[in-house]
């Protein structure tokens, strides 16, 4: 496994950015619309394992709205979009994961961030030409790189933009 590139923002590099005119896609378990911490959220869906959709976008994990609201935090002119494919448990399937990302391509989103991956090789094969067909709609995909070492998709996989944590780094 190659190296993520290292890219380190400070907070004057993002001063006076609002995320205005972008669209950010958070696929994860959903978003709580009364959460003080929450904005308007400018749509969502909810993808079952089975595939079907739904409009239930609660999020009865909290994931999904701490990962909202700190998007919301930093950038609080952008349209925030939430694909709900966590329900009972922080687990999906990379079908559901596929569908979350072409849907997030599909609205038009700049952005699709996934807080999470999987280090399963065989989800390559379904994860990869969604982040492809991303790429072709003008989304990019942000996702876990590695954890503890161990490669991530689809954050690893090529179009995608991988990132890590650095402890270092965390105040």
């Known amino acids: 496994m190659s190296p993520p590139l290292t890219v380190r923002l400070d907070a ?21 619309p009364r959460h003080p911490h929450l904005g308007p959220l400018a ?18 994990l909290g994931h999904g709205t ?28 990379a079908p559901t994961l596929a569908k979350a990302i072409d849907w997030a391509g599909e609205q038009g989103c700049r952005v699709a961030n996934l807080s999470l991956g999987t280090p399963r090789q065989s989800r390559i094969e379904v ?31 090529p179009g995608a933009l991988g990132v890590c944590l650095d402890w270092g780094t965390i105040a």
């Open 43 to 60: 749509g969502g869906i909810a993808l079952t394992p089975d595939g079907t959709a739904n409009d239930d976008l609660v999020d009865r």
């Open 12 to 32: 004057a590099a993002l001063r006076g950015r609002t995320g205005r005119g972008v669209s950010i896609a958070v696929i994860d378990s959903g978003a709580h």
């Open 66 to 93: 701490a990962v909202t609201a700190a998007i919301q935090e930093k950038a609080p002119g952008a349209r925030v979009h939430v694909a709900r494919v966590f329900h009972d448990a922080l687990a999906t399937s």
């Open 127 to 157: 994860l990869q030409p969604a982040v492809d067909r991303a790429v072709q709609r003008g989304t990019l995909v942000i996702a876990a790189y590695s954890h503890e070492g161990e490669r991530q998709f689809p954050g690893s996989l």
